[in-house]
């Protein structure tokens, strides 16, 4: 195929839309504007970086994260493949060793023939067929042409990543492996337990702590999936002790009970050797994060080799702003990842890979992709391109978007199972009359 489509953003959405229009036939030139243009957010120039936790989420099929991973594996997504042969262990989780994960999309990227690799920063549309791809951090000149592309104004929130500690520097005689109930996955998780003195004076530390952005934040300004941890804490003095910090199903070796309130860590890569503090996004500043963050029982000499920071993301109204595949009235260009408002890892993945079925759609006069609205994907879309959807917020796969059962279980694990059940079954007869777009009729890789 002699057309070339451009894809802005190197990140999870652009990098699995790449490897899929190449595995189609399709010339791709990749742009990614790191490490030449550093993001707020971003550490390294490396491809698919992970800026937030390492955590891609449930993979229990009944889950609706779990079928979202399903419907990726049907569909013959790239980078699942690549989180699963970078995990590090974490229950029920997909957790990956983020280094190792953008080693291995880089090196698929590499590999392929079709794909060009430009290290440059875009600042307007590309002509022709192309994907935006570049995250809600995408340079302030290209956003503002997407904002005249689409005729809508610039709608934005803040987002919040947790700090990363040295696992060589955190109290053992404290610290203790467990994962909850002692279920899937044993040791797991590190926890530091908390008695309720510890976490009183934990509390006033940290809601008295100076932040990087001073001001009090109203709920609409924040992702919900990522409030920094002290924002949920000024909801309630024991808002954490029933949210990130809930000790249900740990028990403390030391004491043989359960703790008042417990901090959880989870590996961020195979060798163990960095954890990160699960719940912990943070907008303090990073002394108040050393101050702070050390009164964690077993954490009082813990060396940070990430501080947590907190950015603006930006997303468009995507229901008032782009088609049903996301892509811009009377133009060739479609955008896919966060920027879409479509929110979380896998969920990037997805919009990748969706974008390039679209994309190459276009390319060969086909149908557009409609995926069936019983699926976690199919249900995301449907509300992200619904101009019925109002107040638009990112939002991530949840089966509250997903069409309700006509005579459903009455219980609620019952019913998620028959939710996840009706969407693979959906999704294996839609793939099947696609063939223009899966010759296989869609297949695990």
Known sequence: ????????????????????????????????????????????????????????KSTKPETAAGLLKDELD?????????????????????AVDRDSFSA????????????????????????????????????????DAISGAVGGSRMSFFDAAAPIVDADTLDRDVVFEQSRYGGEGGGDYLNCPMGREEYDAFMEALLGAERVVAREFEQADLFCACQPVEEV?????????????????????????????????????????????????????????????????????AEFLRYGVMHRNSFVDAPH?????????????????????????????????LAALNTYADLVGAEPVALPATGALGSLVAYATDPQTRDYQPMHVNYGLVSPLADPPRGKAEKRAALAARAREDLRRYLATRRDLFPDGGARP
């Not at 030391?254 to 719940?279: D, F, M």
Request: charged share 20%.
């Open 321 to 353: 702003a782009l088609d049903a595949t996301f892509k811009i009235p009377g133009t060739q260009a479609r955008l896919a990842g966060q920027i879409t408002g479509t929110e979380g890892y896998v969920e990037a993945i997805a919009s990748g890979l």
């Open 74 to 94: 049907l569909m013959g997504c790239s980078l699942l493949a690549c989180a699963r042969s970078s995990a590090v262990p974490a229950g029920g989780a997909l």
């Open 1 to 56: 195929m002699g057309q070339v489509v451009s894809v802005v953003g190197g990140g999870l959405a652009g990098c699995e839309c790449a490897l899929q229009l190449a595995r189609r036939g399709v010339a791709v030139r990749l742009y990614e504007q790191r490490p030449g243009h550093p993001s707020p957010a971003h550490h390294t120039g490396a491809l698919a970086e992970l800026v937030c936790s390492n955590s891609l």
């Open 233 to 301: 804490g000024r909801t309630g003095h024991d808002s954490l002790r029933f949210g990130a910090m809930k000790p249900v199903g740990l028990m403390d070796p030391r004491t043989g009970r359960r703790p008042w309130a417990a901090v959880q860590l989870r590996a961020e890569n195979a060798a163990r050797s960095a954890y990160n503090l699960v719940g912990f996004q943070t907008n303090l500043t990073w002394p108040e994060q050393r101050r702070v963050f050390r009164m964690i029982p077993g954490l009082g000499g």
């Open 104 to 143: 291995e999309v880089g090196r698929l990227v590499g590999e392929e023939p079709l794909i060009e690799l430009v290290r440059e920063r875009v600042t307007r549309i590309p002509e022709g067929p192309c994907v935006i791809a570049a995250g809600p951090l995408c340079a302030d000149e290209l956003f």
